[in-house]
């Protein structure tokens, strides 16, 4: 039997990489999903690539109307949410001399507050016994030059999991973060680095893993089938480390 049968889920940011991905399997797995992101044309692609039970819907985890909307079009469509990944996210990196406070805010306001208003909009959409995944980061865990903002939000969304899985323990729902470390993703290529500075950065985090490679979007789809199926069912408030030993070692 597929492991999310008549579930519907939704993968905020799950028109790229890893949340494209987790929206693959669990469409593979056989819930019915929704995935949303910024993007109009990508959203389109992947819900051309993908096929089946699933929808795309332009929203952005920064603007609280519209993530209240895109909850109140899936739950028309598909009925009310089993499996909730958030996973919008943006990496802006810069030396802490440069960063601006545009940047620090658009990090925040995606990253932190962005999965923080994600979950809260979305309660009255969700059933109970629900499972609920933020994409955090094996960065969160480890010192990395230019990228303190965007660990520190990694590390908060973290937090939040533990606060929202105490909270919400009344209506069974589960919240857990999945950490990936360093994936083969297109987020590197939206950072505001140039190409040689994003193949520089690649061939560094690949010689500094113990795996001594880059991660693959499979791999870490793997992960959130885990924490959206009853597999997972004991689990709550906790932290996948899926990061070929990153933050390990």
Known sequence: ??????????????????????AKLYVAQGAKVA????????IDAAVNDIGGDIIGIVSDVSDL???????????????????????AGVFIGAP???FTEEMFDTTSDINFKG??????????????????????????NKAMATASAYAATKAAVTSLARGFSAELADRQIRVNVL?????????????GMSAEQVDGMKAYMADIVPAKRLGNVEEIAEGYLYLASDDSKYMIGGDLVLDGGYSRF
Do not use: C, H, W
């Open 96 to 98: 802490l001399a440069d």
């Open 179 to 191: 950490s990936p470390g360093p994936i083969e993703t297109p987020i590197f290529g939206r950072s």
């Open 1 to 22: 039997m597929k492991k999310l049968e008549n579930k519907v889920a939704v993968v905020t940011g799950g028109n790229s990489g890893i949340g494209l991905a987790a």
């Open 115 to 140: 999965a923080f208003f994600s979950v809260q909009k979305a309660l009255p959409f969700l059933n109970d016994g629900a499972s609920v995944i933020i994409t955090s980061s094996a960065v969160s």
């Open 35 to 42: 995935i949303t992101g910024r993007n109009k044309t990508t």
């Open 65 to 87: 109307g519209s993530i209240t909307k895109s909850y109140e079009q899936i739950t028309e469509t598909f009925g009310k949410i089993d499996v909730l990944v958030v996973n």
